[in-house]
C-alpha cells in the first residue's frame, strides 16, 4: 500500500464529527425513547439502535475531522453569537427513514415548522459569513434518528406526537461512542 511507502505517511482517521443542533430537553429525550422502544416492540425492525443520550436534531453539519480546526470552532462559535432567533416548539409526529445503504429510521416532522427552518437558514448564513463552510443539504428535513443500518424502509405517522419545546441550540463535538461534547450552547429570544 501507498502508506507502507517512504515519504508517505496513512491518513488519519476521522474520528470527530462537529455540527450545530438541536438536543432534547430530558422530558422530551425520554419520549423519543419510549417511541423508539414502541417501534421496536411492534416491528422489530433490525438495525443498530442508538442510545438516548445520542438523540439531537442536526441543524448545520460542519464535518468530520481527525481533529477539529480550532480555527474553525471559533469562527463557527462567533457566527452562531449572531444569530437571533425566537423560541418555538413542534412536533415529532412521523417515523419514517432515508433509503441508503446504512438506512437511518428516524422520527420527524410532517410540516417542518417556519421557526426551525428559519433557525437553521439564519444559522447557515451566519456561517457563511464567517468563512465556515458546511456539508450536507440547503434544504432541513427535521429528522432524530433512533436507527441505523434499518433493512427495511418505514413511513408513518408516530402513534403519540411529542411535543420538542426549544429554548437553545449546541454545537456538538461528536467522538464515536463517547458521549458528546458541547462545545457552546446558543439560547434562543
Known amino acids: 500500500m501507498q502508506g507502507d511507502l517512504p515519504g508517505f505517511a496513512p491518513a488519519a ?13 430530558a422530558s422530551t429525550r425520554a419520549a423519543i425513547a419510549a417511541a423508539a422502544d414502541a417501534l ?18 442536526t441543524l448545520q453539519f460542519l464535518g468530520a475531522f481527525a481533529q477539529p480546526p480550532p480555527d474553525l470552532v471559533a469562527r463557527a462559535i462567533a457566527a452562531a453569537a449572531q444569530v437571533a432567533s425566537p423560541r418555538f416548539e413542534f412536533l415529532l409526529d412521523v417515523v419514517g427513514s432515508f433509503g441508503a445503504r446504512s438506512m437511518p429510521v428516524w422520527l420527524g416532522c410532517q410540516q ?18 464567517h468563512g465556515c463552510r458546511t456539508h450536507g443539504t440547503n434544504r432541513l428535513v427535521p429528522h432524530v434518528t433512533i436507527l441505523r443500518d434499518a433493512e427495511q424502509a418505514l413511513r408513518r405517522p408516530l402513534a403519540q ?5 426549544v429554548d ?10 463517547e458521549p458528546y461534547r458541547v462545545t457552546g450552547r446558543w439560547p434562543l429570544a
Open 13 to 25: 482517521a476521522a474520528s470527530h464529527n462537529l455540527f450545530f443542533a438541536l438536543s432534547p430537553a
Open 161 to 165: 406526537p411529542i411535543t420538542w419545546h
Open 40 to 57: 421496536r416492540a411492534e416491528l422489530d425492525p433490525r438495525g443498530r439502535w442508538l442510545k438516548p443520550p445520542r438523540y439531537h436534531l
Open 112 to 129: 417542518a415548522p417556519a421557526a426551525l427552518l428559519q433557525l437553521h437558514d439564519a444559522l447557515g448564513n451566519a456561517l457563511a459569513r
Open 168 to 177: 437553545e441550540f449546541v454545537l456538538i463535538d461528536s467522538q464515536p461512542p
